[in-house]
């Protein structure tokens, strides 16, 4: 799959998700759109799942009528993330078109 890390997912775990093209907003120079630009971006350059930890993305933005995924991290820290980046994968696993998924990591 296609995936999209939005600003503040952290870009080491994208080497645990092989098998998938992944690349960030920055990377793509989409670092300063907001939230609506960016879901638009990603969905016209093809991209089937959009991940990031903006908390709020769902009451920001209406999702309804999106054809990309989306999962949202509950934190920003690596070191969290790093030892279950099994939850991410199997939210990538299940995402479907329009979907939207939080993972919620233990403390």
Do not use: C
Not at 10 to 26: C, M, N, Q
Not at 30 to 44: H, P, S, T, V
Request: hydrophobic share 40%; net charge neutral.
């Amino acid at each position: 799959m296609k995936v999209l890390f939005d600003q503040g997912v952290p870009a080491p775990l994208r080497t645990f998700l092989s098998g998938h093209s992944v690349e960030t907003a920055y990377e793509k120079g989409w670092q300063q759109l907001k939230n609506g630009e960016l879901l638009n971006e990603a969905e016209q350059s093809n991209y089937d799942i959009f991940i990031t930890t903006d908390q709020n993305l769902k009451y920001q933005q209406a999702l309804a009528n999106r054809r990309i995924s989306i999962i949202v991290l509950s934190t920003t820290s690596w070191p969290k993330i790093r030892t279950q980046t099994s939850l991410v994968i199997a939210a990538i696993d299940r995402a479907k078109s329009n979907s939207f998924e939080e993972v919620l990591f233990n403390t």
